[in-house]
């Protein structure tokens, strides 16, 4: 699976539409566990993303700097600096390959260093250890991103504001692990190749 700046501009155009259409949604996942403002700071962050990349930047390398300065700059709590160290990675790896899985192994890589989180631990991590793989085989699909997202409800965390909560975190997805799953729905729905 290659990824071309103009399949990333396009990814991004869907992740954004995706994240507007479930902000309530992804507000109220907060709620539960969180500070309730989860889908409000990604639409924030997205208007700033899509803001960036007009005009269309001319490398893909410039394309992912771009969004993940967006990202940083404009998304509050965890989401900002993970969403942004996602996007820095894929863009430190794309001056080396426009590889869709290696870019994304690479933005898998640098949240869990970020962030400090492992599978297991109730956050978008959840999502990324799962469906990184697949990517890079070819094998992922709408189904698998719902079910690695799904696999959060029953975790306790470990991470974040959740983690204060204990084994009451049980039965509630994880926010990031539902915006990841969008975030990675939007890439599938592009149809890198």
Do not use: C
């Given at each position: 699976m290659k990824l071309t700046v103009e399949k990333d501009v396009q990814w991004m155009t869907n992740f954004a539409q995706l994240i507007?259409?479930?902000?309530?949604?992804?507000?109220?996942?907060?709620?539960?566990?969180?500070?309730?403002?989860?889908?409000?700071?990604?639409?924030?962050?997205?208007?700033?993303?899509?803001?960036?990349?007009?005009?269309?930047?001319?490398?893909?390398?410039?394309?992912?700097?771009k969004t993940a300065m967006a990202l940083i700059?404009?998304?509050?709590?965890?989401?900002?600096?993970?969403?942004?160290?996602?996007?820095?990675?894929?863009?430190?790896?794309?001056?080396?390959?426009?590889?869709?899985?290696?870019?994304?192994?690479?933005?898998?890589?640098?949240?869990?260093?970020?962030?400090?989180?492992?599978?297991?631990?109730?956050?978008?991590?959840?999502?990324?250890?799962?469906?990184v793989p697949q990517i890079q085989d070819d094998t992922f699909t709408e189904e698998a991103i719902q079910t690695a997202v799904e696999h959060t409800r029953d975790l306790v965390a470990h991470k974040g504001r959740a983690s204060y909560l204990g084994e009451r975190a049980k039965g509630h997805l994880d926010p990031g692990a539902v915006s990841t799953g969008y975030l990675l729905t939007a890439l599938l729905d592009v149809g890198v190749e």
């Open positions: 507007t259409a479930h902000k309530q949604e992804l507000n109220d996942l907060d709620d539960a566990i969180g500070d309730g403002d989860h889908g409000s700071n990604m639409v924030r962050g997205m208007d700033a993303v899509m803001a960036a990349l007009e005009p269309s930047p001319v490398t893909l390398t410039e394309a992912l700097k700059s404009k998304v509050g709590g965890a989401a900002g600096p993970l969403y942004g160290t996602a996007f820095l990675e894929m863009a430190k790896k794309s001056a080396v390959t426009n590889d869709a899985g290696e870019l994304l192994a690479a933005a898998a890589a640098g949240v869990m260093k970020r962030g400090g989180a492992h599978p297991g631990d109730k956050t978008m991590v959840d999502v990324w250890q799962v469906v």
